[in-house]
């Protein structure tokens, strides 16, 4: 079963900052925080992750707080093409494979 | 550098049909997954190859098999197709695995299979 809680949707206008939250309220000392996206019937696409500093790259930002139980990620200024479904998976230890939930459905209206 | 590579990428097969689909991974990546993705339960995985092993397996039936090459290359073989076989299958490969946590996998555009 997935360790994560989000959403189930969202929308965000065009232009604005899109802040998708997630919930990892049972996440262990040394497990990390992955965010993926899929546009509609694409693979996955990795979008960053991290283990208990806010990391940035050129495709969002992502913050964890202090006690790590939960994350938001962050498109600066979301484009219609950012609509996709998110998911926020923590990457547990011990040769486990990557545990997809039902993720947030980002819808961005013009 | 190329992505994952995954052929066909659509196919029809009828009920009691046998199928295998391809998977290349980004070149010098050594691990290959496998996820089946439906609109009942998600994105569910299937298996991970790595170095031509099997490391890890998910909680499907016999029917659905793997193998990977000595190239990183990887089939996947689903035999006695039922209906509830369509979906979208994936793969994903990365650079060692589950083995590390900060490994990070990278998909494929994925194969849809039809069953009829």
């Known amino acids: 079963d997935a360790k994560t809680t989000q959403p189930t949707s969202m929308d965000c206008a065009e232009g604005r900052a899109a802040n998708l939250p997630c919930n990892h309220s049972?996440?262990?000392?040394?497990?990390?925080v992955y965010w993926y996206r899929q546009i509609h019937s694409q693979g996955p696409q990795y979008i960053i992750h991290?283990?208990?500093n806010n990391e940035t790259n050129e495709m969002a930002s992502l913050i964890i707080t202090e006690d790590r139980k939960s994350s938001t990620l962050i498109l600066p200024h979301a484009t219609l093409r950012d609509t996709a479904v998110y998911y926020c998976?923590?990457?547990?230890?011990?040769?486990?494979?990557?545990?997809f939930g039902k993720g947030t459905r980002l819808s961005v209206i013009a | 550098k190329a992505g994952v590579t995954q052929t066909p990428r659509y196919l029809i097969k009828t009920r009691g049909q046998q199928v295998t689909l391809s998977c290349s991974p980004i070149?010098?990546?050594?691990?290959v997954s496998w996820y089946q993705q439906t609109p009942g339960q998600g994105l569910q995985f299937l298996f991970e190859?790595?170095?031509?092993?099997?490391?890890n397996k998910g909680n499907f039936p016999g029917r659905f098999s793997g193998r990977q090459f000595s190239n990183s290359r990887s089939e996947m073989n689903v035999s006695t197709l039922e209906l509830g076989d369509s979906a979208l299958y994936l793969c994903?490969?990365?650079?060692?695995?589950?083995?590390?946590?900060?490994?990070?996998?990278?998909f494929g555009p994925g194969t849809r299979l039809t069953v009829l």
């Open positions: 049972t996440i262990s000392g040394n497990e990390y």
């Open positions: 991290g283990l208990k």
């Open positions: 190859y790595f170095s031509e092993t099997q490391r």
């Open positions: 994903a490969s990365s650079l060692v695995g589950s083995g590390r946590l900060t490994d990070t996998q990278y």
């Open positions: 070149s010098g990546h050594r691990s």
């Open positions: 998976i923590v990457r547990v230890q011990g040769n486990t494979p990557l545990v």
